[in-house]
């Protein structure tokens, strides 16, 4: 990372997010987009910054009004399960920030902590997947109290019901239409939350066997975003800043004799040095990765296809060229 960065500054802005659940079929000119758009515009007027899933549909839409009014946008995407043809989905071009998650149920969690208030419109299974687990966290004072808006009629006859059978869990809920009676609502019940702090609640332990190249992604960039660093990641910075970390990682095996290898292994301060250059490579190459929207399982499987094709088994089992 660059060292005229400021390191000792890390943002700690506090936000007005809220989070938009809902359909992904809707198109333009659809009634469900339509209204996704005008409550998006009317949140980004209002000075709220509109979270939702990053991809087609009301998050689009919602994402598209609240950068038409000036409002600040993210999409919290999930590549790894959210794909078309076996390549992850491409993210809506209305987002100012893209978080990845490495699966579905982390992406409802991030975006729970992230946001002082929840939208949820009329959708599907994964709506009311994400309706159940927030009422849930909400209901059951996981989180401190929020409010969630039902913005949907399909979600009409649950309302009541739970009403009836159980009425505290209804305590938070609301019910408006309108996107002007959502902004009110908003207003006077949405909590004010500090992205970093947030953020921070979504680090886990993470070793090889269990973390995703979409996790380790999300890592990286979270580092970079905290620091605003953003700046410095060009292409060419961070391809420059490859090959030097590769340099530094051949340095520690400069002049060294081949039977001098095993030794390295059984020191730990040694290998604990390699471990840190590797890792410094990995980072910037996860970041040169985002930054040229380039999804590294998908060339790395494309290009060892490639390598099968062009070192054949039969000919290279054993050695590196053919006689």
């Not at 043809?85 to 992406?107: A, C, F, Q, V």
């Not at 059951?140 to 019901?161: H, M, Q, S, T």
Request: charged share 25%; net charge negative; proline share 6%.
């Amino acid at each position: 990372m660059p060292d005229n960065a400021d390191t000792t500054s890390i943002p700690n802005v506090k936000t007005r997010t809220i989070a938009i659940f809902g359909a992904y079929d809707p198109r333009e000119s659809n009634s469900a987009y339509d209204y996704a758009y005008e409550l998006g515009k009317a949140l980004g007027s209002a000075g709220f910054e509109v979270l939702n899933g990053g991809y087609d549909g009301t998050m689009k839409a919602s994402a598209k009004g609240a950068q038409s009014a000036g409002g600040r946008t993210i999409g919290m995407t999930c590549p790894a399960d959210i794909q078309a043809n076996g390549k992850p989905r491409s993210p809506n071009p209305y987002l100012d920030e893209i978080h990845p998650s490495p699966d579905l149920i982390t992406r409802i969690e991030r975006m729970m902590h992230l946001s002082g208030g929840y939208i949820v419109l009329d959708g599907g299974t994964g709506t009311l997947s994400e309706l159940g687990i927030v009422w849930e966290f909400v209901a059951k004072g996981f989180l401190p109290p929020r409010p969630i808006i039902l913005a949907g009629r399909c979600w009409d006859n649950l309302y009541e019901v739970l009403a009836t059978y159980r009425p505290n869990s209804v305590k938070h809920l609301h019910k408006a239409e309108s996107p002007e009676d959502i902004v009110a609502i908003l207003e006077e019940h949405a909590v004010h939350g500090t992205r970093m702090r947030h953020m921070k609640k979504c680090s886990v332990p993470m070793n090889d066997s269990s973390a995703s190249i979409s996790t380790l992604k999300d890592l990286v960039d979270r580092f970079v975003d905290e620091r605003q660093w953003q700046p410095y990641h060009d292409p060419k910075n961070l391809a420059a800043s490859i090959a030097i970390e590769a340099a530094e990682l051949m340095e520690h095996f400069q002049w060294m004799r081949t039977d001098e290898l095993a030794e390295v292994r059984e020191n730990p301060a040694k290998m604990q040095e390699i471990g840190e250059e590797l890792a410094d490579i990995l980072a910037y190459t996860l970041s040169f990765a985002t930054t040229m929207n380039i999804d590294l399982s998908s060339a790395l499987s494309d290009k060892m296809k490639k390598n099968a094709l062009k070192y054949p088994i039969e000919q290279f089992r054993g050695k590196y060229k053919v006689s």
